[in-house]
């Protein structure tokens, strides 16, 4: 049996349409089977709800009197993208404001928008002979712009890797805050429930199709960018009218130390055209794997701590390096299903109706990571291969001298294989001298704990060593621990001024 | 009953909690401690019944005592039930109901702030 588009559409302009939310399809299938839930049902409607930064608005305020070509454009001190034509602008929502820091940003102007409050729009511009004015301050309200048309470039993320953390301090990342030693595991997404899960193949997902985009009847434009479905990671770039949303499916959220982001919620409509479909629809949260990530290591590579299910995870709890540990999510599944059951409600009350996609989207390529043409600056290129060491059972005084000699303020102390054991500095020899009582020896005054970096390390990572642990000199060591050289925070500022300058 | 001390070492610094315990025979639980050279903050939980008379003890050794009737409080506008704050809280004060809302149990709760920069909404903040 298969069920034409047309006659899924006919059903819903007559009123006698069956529609269910994606979280229904296993048992429906469990207890009909296969072909008797293409049957019984038409539609299967999905949802997701979370953080979504790469999401966005075009906004178009219309000509002042006398008129301005704005060059550079502010919404309650948020800058917005002004390089296209005279009144338009594109709000990014991660943009943060310049006088309130990540606590208010671009999302939040779109959430205060979409609210029905006032925004002050500031712009300025050189002035030309046919848009005279300089500057511009005003309030406007939604209602006021001609379009304000949300265009978001990469949504609805087929599934997401969960993060945790084995460094031993915490985390604050785009996946939430990470405890250290794995404390806690932090996920997204809606699993079964989420559009691309029950559509892989994008038979009915593609450019064209009608969605609900945070309450307004919006559009797939096309696929997302960093389109992944090859790797189970597809993405779709949307787009809907401001006009018609509704703050019960658009918020503004600040990841602690990350920036701002917007929560978007976004379901599709999927026909179920034939049993393929059916199938495709009763993929449970068991069925959907997921890869818990280390972002303790700082690199594009992940390594994988476990991989678990979206059942799993939303069970509260994983086993991770023998101990129970919390999981929870960042995305909302309670909104998530409101999405879906709104959207249902909508197509059974004759307000939706489906269509298949103008244009398929690819559903085999894979995202490319960056081609970076400069060698990476790494420790290696800066790093002083001038290192002054001592041992652990030397004299501080000896230490003092050494330091003097070589006019330097850190003395890596090694053991008798040239191992690096501690780290000694000048502010370490004059507290000693200040509290007596303690040792005479490097070994009693020496930092055993050494924050150290590799020649082959990024220098931001390095960098960020530096800043985090509030230290001067990271000792570059080898495989073995043996010291090949010193990074001071010195030649690093000078290069990292460099960097900014241009 | 929570309650949050407060005392600074020049006025002796003597052990208040662990003398209280002594005299009186009541069970305290020190949830939380922040102490430095200067100044302590010690958050307790004792018996509702016997709260007032710890409260009057305290201050009679010239500590400073507040009942934490709240906890932490959930502006529900703000709230979209996500969920960030489960795992990250030491005391379990919320977790997921069956409809995926996210409830909290406040008595547990000890102020120890780390879900109130944790919620993504701000949504959650220390009553007083
Ligand atoms: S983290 Fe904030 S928004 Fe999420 S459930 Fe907790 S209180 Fe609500
Ligand atoms: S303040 Fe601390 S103990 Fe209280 S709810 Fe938040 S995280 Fe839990």
């Given at each position: ?5 047309e006659?899924?559409n006919?059903?819903i ?8 939310t ?30 979504m ?5 075009f ?17 309650n ?6 390089g ?18 990540d ?35 005003t ?18 993320y ?23 030693n794995?404390?806690?595991?932090s996920f997204?997404?809606?699993?079964s ?7 892989p ?27 992944s ?16 949303m ?7 959220a ?18 179920l ?29 992940r ?17 991770l390096?023998?101990?129970?540990v919390?999981t ?5 599944y ?14 059974e009350?004759g ?5 298949l ?45 050494k ?15 040239g ?24 070994k ?11 020649m082959?390390e990024?220098?931001?990572i ?41 | 009953?929570?309650?949050?001390l ?10 208040i ?14 949830e ?32 400073e ?48 702030g780390?879900?109130?920069?944790a ?8 009553s007083?």
């Open positions: 049996m298969e069920k034409s588009i006659e899924i006919r059903k302009r007559e009123g006698n349409v069956r529609v269910v994606a979280d229904e399809m296993p048992r429906i299938i469990g207890e009909l089977g296969e072909e008797g839930a293409l049957e019984e049902v038409d539609v299967v409607t999905t949802g997701t709800f979370g953080a930064c790469s999401s966005g608005a906004l178009n305020f219309g000509h002042a009197d006398p008129p301005i070509r704005m060059e550079r454009v502010w919404l001190d948020v800058e917005a993208y002004g296209i034509a005279a009144v338009d602008a594109y709000i990014g929502v991660t943009q943060q404001s310049e006088t309130r820091g606590e208010y940003g671009g999302a939040h102007v779109m959430e205060d928008l979409v609210s029905g409050a006032g925004v002050e729009l500031h712009a300025i511009s050189r002035g030309t002979d046919c848009y005279p004015r300089r500057s511009i301050t309030e406007l309200k939604l209602e006021d712009l001609n379009q304000a048309v949300m265009v978001n470039p990469r949504n609805s087929q599934r997401y890797n969960a993060a945790t953390n084995s460094t031993d301090r915490t985390l604050f990342t785009y996946m939430g805050t990470l405890l250290p794995y404390g806690n595991v997204s997404g809606a699993g429930l989420s559009p691309l899960q029950n559509d193949k994008l038979r009915t997902i593609g450019s064209g199709t009608p969605i609900f985009l945070c309450g307004a009847r919006g559009i797939v434009v096309g696929e997302g960018t960093q389109h479905p090859g790797t189970g990671f597809g993405t779709l770039m949307v787009s809907g009218d401001m006009k018609q509704s703050r019960d499916f658009l918020r503004a600040t990841m602690q130390h990350y920036g701002v982001t917007l929560y978007v919620g976004l379901g599709v409509a999927i026909p055209l034939d049993l393929d479909m059916v199938r495709s629809t009763g993929v449970r949260d068991e069925d959907i794997g997921v890869d818990i990530l280390d972002y303790g290591v700082p690199r594009r590579s390594p994988t701590v476990k991989k678990v299910t979206y059942a799993e995870l939303k069970s509260g709890r994983v086993e390096m023998g101990e129970e919390k929870s999510s960042l995305s909302s309670r909104f998530a299903r409101r999405v879906a059951t709104t959207l249902r409600e909508w197509i009350r307000k939706f109706e489906l269509s996609p103008t244009q398929r989207l690819n559903s085999t390529k894979v995202a490319m990571p960056m081609k970076e043409t400069e060698p990476m600056p790494t420790v290696k290129e800066i790093m002083s291969r001038m290192v002054h060491a001592i041992t652990e059972d030397e004299s501080i005084k000896t230490a003092a001298r330091l003097l000699r070589g006019d330097t303020n850190h003395l890596v102390v090694l053991d008798h294989a191992r690096l054991v501690g780290i000694v500095t000048t502010y370490d020899i004059s507290k000693s001298v200040v509290q007596e009582g303690r040792g005479g020896l490097v009693d005054i020496m930092t055993r704990q050494v924050i150290r970096t590799t082959d990024h220098l931001d390095a960098a960020q060593k530096l800043e985090r642990y509030n230290i001067s000199a990271l000792p570059v060591v080898d495989r073995d621990s043996r010291v090949v050289g010193m990074l001071t925070a010195i030649d690093l500022g000078k290069l990292l001024e460099r960097r900014w300058k241009r | 009953m929570k309650l949050l407060t005392y600074s070492k020049r006025k002796g610094g003597e052990p909690i662990a003398r209280i315990v002594k005299e009186t025979g009541v069970l305290i639980t020190v939380r401690a922040n102490i430095d050279t200067l100044a302590g903050e010690v958050l307790i939980d004792v018996p509702d019944e016997s709260a007032r008379m710890i409260c009057d003890l305290i201050k009679s050794r010239g500590a005592v507040r009942i934490l009737e709240q906890g932490i409080v959930r502006d529900e506008n703000e709230c979209v039930d996500c969920g960030a704050c489960i795992s990250i809280c030491p005391k379990d004060v919320f977790y997921m109901d069956h409809e995926w809302k996210v409830q909290l149990r406040k008595g547990r709760c000890i102020l120890c780390r879900c109130i920069v919620c993504p909404h701000r949504a959650l903040s220390q007083q």
